[in-house]
């Protein structure tokens, strides 16, 4: 064996060594994570255990006794929580409320954005501060107000009421994290683009819109989520009626309503986090770099 191959050999000894060695060093801080981890999908483990059991086994016996023989799992509850709860109507009005929800405060908070980033207009600074002192305004101040005016234009129990209070209330987070990301792009970008004869709209829809799709997609994630578990609002400017109630409504009234036959809110319940769960995984790599680039530089 020649020197050479005698200390790569000894290279890769040593370096094997050291990766060894650190693997040991942060065992615990990884047997500690998993630990955490397994703490905090405990409940929801056992809520989609519970949602395939038969009631009766449900109201009396543990959900881990389900993996013991003999196993009776079943679809019952999902297909009474759909059927005679109302939850399949409510799923879609939840879907139909959240989409444009999440779309119009978007939609809107990007153009803003981009005005107070890159547009000179008198007041700008002033305005700006005005919008994201907005933030720590709470909610609940303003259900009174804004519900004694949906009822003078007639919009209280209609999905544009909840659509404009839904907007109203994401634009403030919007349009500051928006903000600080469209700032933090490249001026030589806008200067060059401008040289070419482009107009705002064109650097707006053809350079920002594109670079700016990991905080974009962050706050699909936020504004999705939020509006998809919302209760407060959607029970103050819809109330209780069917017809347009979401899935949050259906099942705190569930709560209320079938105290006997608690065992249902499991599936309901299950059926509630799936799409929001999807929406989160599906656009969990441009959530860091987002929420990042958005808080740090602006």
């Not at 370096?15 to 615990?28: D, E, F, I, N, Y």
Request: with cysteine; aromatic share 14%.
């Amino acid at each position: 064996m020649t020197t050479a191959a005698i200390a790569q050999a000894r290279e890769r000894e040593a370096s094997l060594s050291a990766r060894l060695a650190r693997a040991l060093s942060q065992g615990p801080l990884h047997v500690v994570v998993l630990l955490i981890c397994a703490v905090w999908l405990l409940p929801s483990v056992g809520l989609l255990v519970s949602s395939f059991r038969p009631a009766r086994l449900v109201a009396s016996t543990g959900w881990w006794t389900a993996f013991t023989p003999p196993f009776n799992f079943t679809l019952g509850m999902y297909r009474e929580a759909l059927s005679t709860s109302g939850m399949a109507q409510s799923f879609v009005n939840s879907l139909f409320i959240s989409i444009p929800s999440t779309v119009i405060p978007i939609m809107i908070a990007a153009f803003a954005a981009y005005a107070f980033a890159w547009m000179k207009f008198p007041g700008r600074d002033l305005l700006f501060v005005i919008v994201v002192g907005l933030l720590v305004v709470p909610l609940q101040m303003t259900l009174i107000p804004v519900l004694r005016l949906f009822n003078a234009l007639g919009l209280t129990g209609t999905f544009l009421g909840i659509w404009l209070a839904h907007t109203g209330y994401g634009l403030p987070f919007a349009v500051y994290l928006l903000r600080n990301f469209f700032g933090a792009l490249p001026k030589d970008l806008f200067e060059s683009v401008y040289l070419d004869g482009a107009s705002p709209f064109t650097a707006f829809f053809w350079l920002v819109l594109p670079l700016s799709v990991p905080a974009l997609a962050s706050l699909v994630i936020f504004q999705f989520m939020w509006v998809w578990n919302d209760l407060l609002v959607a029970l103050i400017y819809l109330g209780g009626t069917p017809k347009v109630a979401p899935m949050t409504v259906t099942i705190s009234n569930l709560v209320n309503s079938l105290g006997g036959n608690w065992q249902v809110l499991t599936a309901a319940a299950f059926i509630s986090m799936l799409l929001p769960m999807l929406v989160f995984f599906s656009m969990q790599q441009y959530f860091v770099r987002g929420i990042l680039a958005g808080s740090v530089k602006g």
